[in-house]
């Protein structure tokens, strides 16, 4: 059965610039995770959504990052104004609840110019 | 706050076994979780344990859990080239669904 798709696969962008990741969980999977993998950061939690309680925004590391979950299935990642330091791999992850292991998509590789 | 420590590296000969240690601080985790990143790709879940069992046993993986110590391991029996990978131990918060990982094992097979 299909996994965890993200796209884009890969984006370059300039700093400064807005980008948007997006996120289509596994069909059914009703919980939402983003994280981030970066080499001196290792992998850290950024946002967690869950049917349709008020997502868990404790990991997003400033006002420019931010996430929607439209109809409790595709989520779209935005980074505004980016940064060099916003180089990463931004992977998503679902599960079929709180309390079920999660499945992680192959990420976006993010790289600021 | 919650942390999970593992061992950055780890080489064995194929066929040999290969066990990745993992220590975590939340005594209220209920579930732990072991996954595999290979080059370029995400995470794989390979398995998990809940808080209230000491071993799991999946084909050539076993998983043991000391709670007392909070001490987590991961044994590959008859290690081949193909499990070279980063290992990532994993806690999951008590608060939430969020998952704590450790900073990953990479395991290298020589032939």
């Known amino acids: 059965g299909a996994g965890v798709s993200q796209s884009p696969s890969n984006k370059v962008t300039e700093k400064g610039k807005d980008v948007e990741l997006r996120c289509d969980p596994i069909s059914g999977h009703t919980a939402l995770y983003w994280y981030r993998q970066s080499l001196g950061q290792g992998l850290e939690f950024l946002i967690y959504?869950?049917?349709?309680?008020?997502?868990?925004k404790s990991g997003l590391p400033s006002d420019r990052f931010s996430a929607e979950r439209t109809g409790g299935s595709v989520s779209t990642l935005t980074i505004q104004r980016t940064q060099q330091e916003d180089s990463a791999v931004y992977l998503c992850?679902?599960?079929?609840?709180?309390?079920?292991?999660?499945?992680f998509g192959d990420g976006t590789r993010l790289s600021i110019l | 706050g919650e942390d999970v420590e593992q061992s950055l590296f780890l080489s064995v000969r194929e066929g040999d076994s290969s066990v990745i240690n993992c220590t975590y601080t939340?005594?209220?985790?209920?579930?732990l979780y072991w996954y595999k990143q290979e080059p370029g790709a995400g995470l794989q879940l390979l398995t998990y344990i809940f808080s209230n069992m000491d071993m799991k046993q999946d084909q050539r993986l076993t998983v043991l859990l000391n709670k007392k110590d909070k001490h987590l391991s991961l044994r590959i029996a008859d290690t081949q080239t193909g499990d070279s990978a980063i290992y990532f131990c994993a806690e999951r918060d008590n608060q939430g669904g969020k998952l704590i990982f450790g900073q990953g094992t990479e395991l290298s097979v020589k032939p």
């Open positions: 939340d005594s209220s985790s209920t579930y």
């Open positions: 992850a679902s599960s079929q609840g709180q309390n079920q292991p999660q499945h």
């Open positions: 959504f869950q049917g349709n309680s008020a997502p868990d």
